[in-house]
Structures are given as C-alpha cells and as structure tokens.
C-alpha cells in the first residue's frame, strides 16, 4: 500500500507552532496509528455531542515528538442538544465539506466522518478526492456532489473499502453511523493489524489484534523513533 503525506501548504504542525519533518513515503502503520487516534478524537467529540465542522489536516496537531495526534480549533464547532439534532449552517473548508452541506441540506455527526475521509484519501493517495485543482466554491462544490471517487491502481482493497465507506455520499449509508455505530469502525479490515508487522511495546511480529486495541491498550509503539528538539526561550534573550 503507498502512502503519501500531506500537501506542503496543509502543513500538519506541532504543539511549539513548527512544521514537522515530511517523508515521502509514510509506512502504513505510521497512518494507521495516525488515524485510529484521530477517529478517537472524533468519538470522543462526537459523544459529547459536539459537531467540529471543520476537521482537516491544519487542525490536526502532533505533539509529543509526532506521537501523539490531537484535533484542534473549535472555533466554528456548534454543541448539539442531542445526537440527532441538525445543524444548518454551511461553515468550514470547502474541500472537506460533505455532500449535504454543500446541497445546504441540514446535517449532523457524519459530515465530520466525511471530512476525515477526505483527510484519510490525502494519507494514501496524494492529491484531495473532489476538487483538488479547482479554486472556486462552486466548482468545488460541484465536484463534491457529482464528483466520482476514485482509487490508484494497487491501492490496498481493505483501504480503498474503508476510505469510500467514510465518503459515502449519503449521511445515512457513512460508516460509523449505522445501526453498529463506532464498531463498525473499529471491526473494518483497514484496521487489522493480521498481515502487518508490528514492533512495539508487548507486541511483536505480526498479531491479530487490530489497531483500536493495541492503541487503546498502550500495547503499541509509536513507528516514528522520539527526536530531541532544543527550543530556545526567547523571553530570557531578548529585552
């Protein structure tokens, strides 16, 4: 499976507000550590009844020398009196933005799915799934209403499945937000961990176990090795 970091201007950034090292090439354990902690963070959001409304990679943050992932910026987030309220307002990023919300169609919790979909199709394939070379709204909005998803030749099946699961233009067929909810998720085949080698704390060769478990657990190592950076406190120079 090839897998492909960000676009240099959708910088992922670290908590100390610096750019982190890019690889050209990154591991698909890196993405899956990487993205089983951000579908937590949408849970854990979700489950409080927050809609976030506008994920997408500048507002995903690493911290703890890359370990660690965290969702930031809720500046535009809305609290949900319960989980099947409907928000209306069309607010975010336009290429991360939901076919309902782009129609102006009333939506909810899985237009967040969406936009990490999107985020996830970035990781694996490169360029964004709907618009990537189109600068205006309507032409992006466009596209994300009749726009056909489409996947690399040798793209790992289990990852195509689950990236056009999480982009499922209708609300109601997203995965995640079936009669299963979260472990419909947790039990795709994107996240078994059968065929991958993993090396980390209590878990070594290949295993059974899939990500959410070892994650959850602390059973998992982080792929990227901790680097030591200095940081010069400025407040202590200059005058």
């Known amino acids: 499976m ?11 950034v670290c908590s100390r507000g610096c750019a982190c090292g890019r690889q050209k090439n990154v591991p698909e354990e890196q993405v899956l550590d990487y993205f089983v902690q951000l579908c937590l963070a949408m849970k854990h959001v979700h489950d409080r009844k927050v809609l976030h409304r506008d994920i997408k990679s500048q507002n995903i943050f690493l911290t703890q020398n890359r370990k660690i992932v ?30 309902e919300l782009v129609m102006g169609q009333p939506y909810n919790q899985p237009a967040d799915a969406w936009a990490i979909g999107v985020i996830l199709y970035e990781l694996m394939v490169g360029p964004l799934p709907f618009g990537d070379v189109l600068e205006t709204h309507y032409d992006i909005f466009k596209a994300v209403r009749t726009g056909k998803l489409a996947f ?16 499922a233009p ?3 067929n997203r995965l995640g937000y079936g009669p299963r909810g979260c472990e419909e998720v947790k039990a795709a085949a994107f996240f078994s961990t059968g065929g991958l080698n993993i090396c980390g704390a209590g878990v070594v060769g290949k295993c059974s176990a899939d990500f959410f478990t ?6 998992l190592q982080a792929p990227i090795p901790p680097s030591v950076q200095v940081f010069t406190d400025l407040s202590e120079t200059v005058h």
């Open 2 to 12: 090839g897998v492909h970091t960000i676009r240099e201007h959708d910088a992922w």
């Open 70 to 99: 965290k969702l930031g910026d809720f500046g535009i987030s809305r609290v949900m009196g319960t989980h099947t309220n409907l928000a209306e307002t069309v607010c975010g990023t336009p290429y991360y933005l939901s076919p």
């Open 152 to 167: 690399p030749a040798g793209l790992d099946e289990s990852a195509q499945a689950f990236c056009a699961g999480l982009l």
């Open 170 to 172: 209708r609300p109601a």
């Open 214 to 219: 070892l994650l959850i657990g602390r059973e």
